[in-house]
């Protein structure tokens, strides 16, 4: 069979302050014309549907969407699993109507072990867990890893193997060996979760989410789809799409989604970037993290590059900046009025104030000091 | 056809602070008992089957849990909608699944003139709505009021009227002439959303939803089943239970949900409500508003009738309180230290403290001038 596997849509995450529903909107009709134009025989979703356990009602109505129009409309039989972004319970919503049309979401890890079985394959769908629902689910209290409870839980899996069939499992977990981006929490990356991929040799594919770079997993037969979406700049160079997997064939064909507008970095020297040749080579609508190359102070600089890029969401100095004179914040409290004044001109413009810019500054202080009239 | 009528489950409500899921989970199994010992031939559930739109994970457990074994397991048809409180998007998620198992769960005006037809019954379900939805649904800017805009929702039903049929309308709004209690919002009942229940008169039976009183409404045939549980002290008196309503012959039942725990007000001077012979016949668990008929102050009443009544949900005086001599805030200020000390010992003991209490009082107050130290 021939099934799409994607994970980590993160419907309603925010990309530095940026609402991206419309480009989650346009990725989800992406992803559904592969599923048509592949023909694949299901869709695979390896959890963090949602970007967080409540989310707001216009991500419930686009993630309801999506999956009555794959599952619905188009027929597609979904097979699914919560991430640790998803909130398995309120996830779980519908979830035993569901199966009477082959959509299978599995929230719980008490029914990791029952194969849901579609043409000549048996797929296991093990939800994100914590270490202590599967002590629980598998009553031993000395499990203390993830890898542990994985182990486990494959065992309990593989007694359902049935020969002749493939197995694939659905996971959403960090499995060991693999790259990572910004844009998982780090804290949920690592140490207690990791699981080896020694456990999962046993399956024909494994399809993960949880990282969001395709390439995360160098295995062969083990892979993260990546993320629906860019959502950091440290993916700006990833390739976001979807695998498509023909169990028959054994192949393994990954499918961009093109996003609708790009996140990427510009680097360079103010002067350069905002000469229009420059920043006219990218649309309004690219979401653009600004890696400046001058050391120097530049006045106004943020609103001055979001003429010429209006969808900043970082902008960074690439080589820092030059070493101020009286930059520490005690010495500037000892200062006068007239030498912060000069401190600060030099260091917005770049050089002192001349002397009758000096003299104009005087009087001006002079005439805060008699309450607003000069004399 | 014979269904039952309940609304106003609002599950995740909380009385005083005190979480009511014990006996919201009680109610949902009285009421499952009742639809299978009448052998009813569907549920419906009139609105505000949620407490709030963004319910916690508990909440959606207990809900998911009921909906599915009513439907799912027991196989009653469920004829549901959505109330002021629920957030129709968050509620409708999974509603086109459920469908295949009878399970009607309207949350949009759109499908309102829909009729569900079941053993002979027309059902049209009308979810709460904003005006704003109505005007935009009927195309009609001019429209004001909720009665406007029903009228208007009831002329396009009738057009779906088939002759042979009854007709149920379920819905959830406030019908003029209806009793109100304490724990409807009251910016939400009244004014702008009253339904004249003229306009209803076409329907064999009106099942609603919005006024926690079964009684509220006078109508033979429009009627509110009242809410779940007594959700404020002004329903303590309330029977609250579910409509059993059978179009054959006509008949409509109100079948009681005896609660859990029971929400009452007790009366009576403080002597009195702290005899064991007194607060024994009440249960430590029900939930009880007190009303002193003292008018004197009483040290650390709180504490004390709690020792009788663990779950005092209010305290009231039934008569008022005794006027204090200088209980101004403004005369307070003025008065010395002794005197203040004085006037707090009257208000609270009843009687002005004995010379020595203010010799004793007087060497306290000169130790703490005296930072602390006695002199």
Sequence with gaps: MKFLHTADWHVGRKLHGYDLSTEQ??????????????????????????????????????????????????????????????????????????????????????????????SGVQFFLMPYFEISAAKNFLGDETLKTANQCVRRIVSLMK?????????????????????????????????????????????????????????????????????????????ASDQKGVYVVDTDSETIAYKPLEPLNE????????????????????????????????????????????KCYPRIIELKRANGRVNHENNGVRNLEKLSEMDLFKTFYKDTIGEYPDEEQCKMMELALQAVRNGGENQ
């Design 25 to 118: 909107a346009d990725a989800l009709r992406k992803l559904e014309k592969i599923a048509i134009d592949e023909k694949v025989d299901a869709i695979v979703i390896a959890g963090d549907i949602y970007d967080r356990g409540m989310p707001s009602e216009d991500s419930v109505r686009m993630v309801n969407g999506a999956l009555k129009k794959l599952n619905l409309e188009d027929g597609f039989p979904l097979l699914a699993i919560s991430g640790n972004h998803d909130s398995a319970e309120r996830l779980s919503t519908g979830s035993e109507w569901f199966e009477a049309t082959s959509f299978y979401l599995h929230t719980k890890l008490e029914r990791a072990a029952e194969p849901i079985e579609m």
């Design 263 to 306: 996140v990427r970095v510009v680097k360079g020297l103010f002067e350069n970037l905002i000469k229009p040749e420059n920043y006219r080579q990218i649309p309004d609508d690219d979401y653009v993290a600004v890696e400046l190359e001058d050391r120097v102070p530049i006045i106004d600089v943020m609103n001055r590059l979001k």
């Design 159 to 235: 007694e359902q193997f049935k020969a002749g069939f493939k197995h694939v499992l659905v996971g959403h977990f960090f499995a060991v060996g693999s790259l990572k981006s910004d844009s998982e929490t780090p804290s949920e990356v690592g140490g207690l979760e990791a699981v080896g991929i020694d456990e999962l040799e046993c399956f024909d594919y494994v399809a993960l989410g949880h990282l969001h770079q395709h390439r995360a997993s160098k295995s062969e037969k083990i892979k993260y789809s990546g993320s629906l979406l860019k959502y950091s700049v440290s993916e």
